[in-house]
C-alpha cells in the first residue's frame, strides 16, 4: 500500500503560480512512476503530468507544457507540480497518483496508477 497526500492548493489570480506537493508512505516511494492527474467540475479526471521513478524522464498535457513543471525527491517522498502562469480553465482538483508498473517509465493512462490521493482544489480566478 502507498498512501499520497496532496498540499499546497488554493485560490490564485490568473497568471499567478502554486506549487503542489505530494507526500507519499508506505511501500517504496523510488518504484513508483508518479503522475498528477486534474478534474474540473463535471469533467472527467485528466492527465496532467508523470515522472520517471529516477525522474529523469518527465511528460505534460498539452494544455500545461511549459507552464508547469513535475519534480521529484525520492529522499523525501514527495512529487511536486510546479503551476505557472495560471489560467481559469486551469480550475479543478488535482490528484496525486503512483504506478507500479514496470512496462513504460511513465505513463499518461489513469488505469496505470495504482494509488490516489485525496485530492487539492486550485482555483483560478479571471
Known amino acids: 500500500q502507498v498512501q499520497l497526500v496532496e498540499s499546497g492548493g488554493g485560490l490564485v489570480q490568473a497568471g499567478g503560480s502554486l506549487r503542489l506537493s505530494c507526500a507519499a508512505s508506505?511501500?517504496?516511494?523510488?518504484?513508483?512512476?508518479m503522475g498528477w492527474f486534474r478534474q474540473a467540475p463535471g469533467k472527467e479526471r485528466v492527465f496532467v503530468s508523470a515522472i520517471s521513478w529516477s525522474g529523469g524522464r518527465t511528460i505534460y498535457a498539452d494544455s500545461v507544457k511549459g507552464r508547469f513543471t513535475i519534480s521529484r525527491d525520492n529522499a523525501k517522498n514527495t512529487v511536486y507540480l510546479q503551476m505557472n502562469s495560471l489560467k481559469p480553465e486551469d480550475t479543478a482538483v488535482y490528484y496525486c497518483a503512483a504506478s507500479g508498473t514496470k512496462y513504460y517509465s511513465v505513463s499518461s493512462l489513469a488505469h496505470e496508477y495504482d494509488y490516489w490521493g485525496q485530492g487539492t482544489q486550485v482555483t483560478v480566478s479571471s
Open positions: 508506505g511501500r517504496t516511494f523510488r518504484d513508483y512512476i
